[in-house]
């Protein structure tokens, strides 16, 4: 397994290069938050990370947003769906050796997920609080979450949350929902489409190398979503494209959360101005 900076140009396989500063001491272990919009995201779109996170001795919480009712292939399937994937969800995740403990259910309905982004609803509260009390509760240091560029309004909805709504978690407010530092980075993950393009280059800055035994057993992961066979099965058919002549390959845009602005060129454009 090796890590990808493709803005350096350079590969390696120390953990820091896809996460600055990683910590893996008993002390200050790496505490690595996966928004996954629903069940399957995180398997499809950051397996190899997942199984990174592990490797390198941090601790790694899928959050899965959507509970999964319209992910039924028969009429028939509609009424036993949802408890039918969180089983799956659990099988696949502990493959890859997720404790499920680590494993939390909001139970959102499918294509509704927008609604719950906000604080307070008009009648009941949103996400947002207990988002910040999870992330607060287990001392996140790292957030990964899915692409919000044209895949999915779920997951647009997740990609939202993890640029606005999570970095909260490390800022001095509801208090009473607990305390944390703030987290180190963030990254975003595609599940099945192109990240936003970038004018003059590749969208994606930042991935992971691993050979035909890691993706064979993120493959085997997958296949615990039996229910879901038939949706994804083009999607499981694609990963053959990943194959370059390193390896299997897995991509990631990096999230400029809260980009402070560079006054030089301003303060030099100012200096050059005659009256």
Known sequence: MEFVDFMKRVRSPDVGLIFPGWRSTP????????????????VLGAGYLLTAVIKNGGTPYVIIFCKGDAGYSTPKEKRTVVQRRKKETIECYEKLGVLRKNISFL??????????????????KGLF???LRLLRKNNITRIVFS??????????AVYYMGMYSAPQAGDPVLVDLGKSPPVKSYLIYSV?????????????????????????????????????????????????NRL????????????????????????????????
């Open 147 to 156: 692409s919000g560029h044209f895949e999915h309004w779920d997951h647009t």
């Open 27 to 42: 002390r200050g272990s790496e505490q690595v938050a996966f928004l996954s919009p629903h069940d399957d995201d995180i």
């Open 129 to 131: 609080e207990y988002l």
């Open 192 to 240: 099945w489409g192109e990240f936003e393009s970038v004018a003059g280059g590749i969208s994606a800055d930042k991935g992971i190398v691993v050979d035909a035994g890691v993706e064979n057993t993120v493959r085997q992961a997958i296949g615990s979503f039996k229910s879901q066979g038939a949706i994804i099965e083009g999607i499981i058919a694609r990963r053959e």
């Open 107 to 124: 139970n959102i309905p499918d294509f509704s997920l927008m609604t719950y982004v906000n604080r307070q609803l008009p009648r009941s």
């Open 244 to 275: 370059s002549a390193l390896g299997y390959l897995e991509l990631y845009k990096t999230a400029e959360v809260r980009k402070e602005i560079d006054w030089r060129p301003y303060h030099e454009l100012i200096s050059a101005m005659t009256k």
